[in-house]
């Protein structure tokens, strides 16, 4: 089990930016490919960008490609989401994501352990 604590969430205007942190806890954090998802009321649950366990390869979804960047500290067992330029389209749970094996994984199926989410909210 590796135990994910999402924060960072809450209400923003768009064009606004917002800044998810995933903290881990456990000694194989650096093991552990990351995601991140996001689920809108009434809709599935939608990748939204992966890192390596080095951080020094990411994956996006192309809604928000050069919005959002995923980054990762392995010493602080953390990952983040930095949120730029936000949409109202952007409102949704934020999940993050942990994945055992191989490659970036881009299906909810794909990842092994999941937080709780955080709420992000954007206004128009």
């Known amino acids: 089990q590796v135990p994910l604590v999402e924060s960072g969430g809450g209400l923003v205007q768009a064009g606004g930016s917002l800044r998810l942190s995933c903290s881990a806890s456990?000694?194989?954090?650096?093991?552990?490919?990351m995601g991140w998802f996001r689920q809108a009321p009434g809709k599935e649950r939608d990748f939204v960008a992966a890192i390596s366990r080095s951080g020094g390869n990411t994956y996006y979804a192309d809604s928000v490609k050069g919005r959002f960047t995923i980054s990762r500290d392995n010493a602080k067992m953390t990952v983040y989401l930095q949120m730029n330029s936000l949409k109202p389209e952007d409102t949704a749970v934020y999940y993050c994501a942990a994945r055992v094996a191989n490659g970036l994984g881009i299906g909810q199926n794909d990842y092994n352990y999941w937080g709780q989410g955080t709420q992000v909210t954007v206004s128009s």
């Open positions: 456990g000694r194989t954090f650096s093991g552990y490919r």
